[in-house]
Nanobody, 126 residues
Framework: VQLVESGGDSVQAGGSLGLSCAAS??????????MGWFRQAPGKEREGVAL???????TYADSVKGRFTISRDNAKKTVYLQMDSPEPEDTAMYYC???????????????????WGQGTQVTVSS
């Protein structure tokens, strides 16, 4: 399994940025996987940002609700994260994640069966 993130960049607070994660190598159909985004800032623990289930239902961390939007294109095997009005506190390495059966931020973060990408850096300046 390979998850390849792209789109990380430096952006000013209040701007916008879009991340993408292209997947390949899944045993089962991509549409069956819960896909999501996590992030980790220097010196901090990894935290969940957003997930989107096989039914297209999104889950967001409270810190990004109303500002970030997760979506998926099953035909392209790609999940997206649209970041609107980012804040300096959103600065982190963003990781794409996939899980076949779990779809909660806490459980996906801790599962040994979660697939992870290599990360893409997002830096938000004030």
């Amino acid at each position: 399994v390979q998850l390849v993130e792209s789109g990380g960049d430096s952006v000013q607070a209040g701007g916008s940025l879009g991340l993408s994660c292209a997947a390949s190598g899944f045993i089962f159909s991509y549409s069956n996987y819960c896909m999501g985004w996590f992030r980790q800032a220097p010196g901090k623990e990894r935290e969940g940002v957003a997930l989107i289930g096989r039914d297209g239902r999104p889950t967001y961390a409270d810190s990004v609700k109303g500002r970030f939007t997760i979506s998926r294109d099953n035909a392209k095997k790609t999940v997206y994260l649209q970041m609107d009005s980012p804040e300096p506190e959103d600065t982190a390495m963003y990781y794409c994640a996939a899980h076949f059966s779990l779809c909660s931020l806490a459980l996906v973060s801790r599962s040994a069966d979660t697939y992870w990408g290599q990360g893409t850096q997002v830096t938000v300046s004030s």
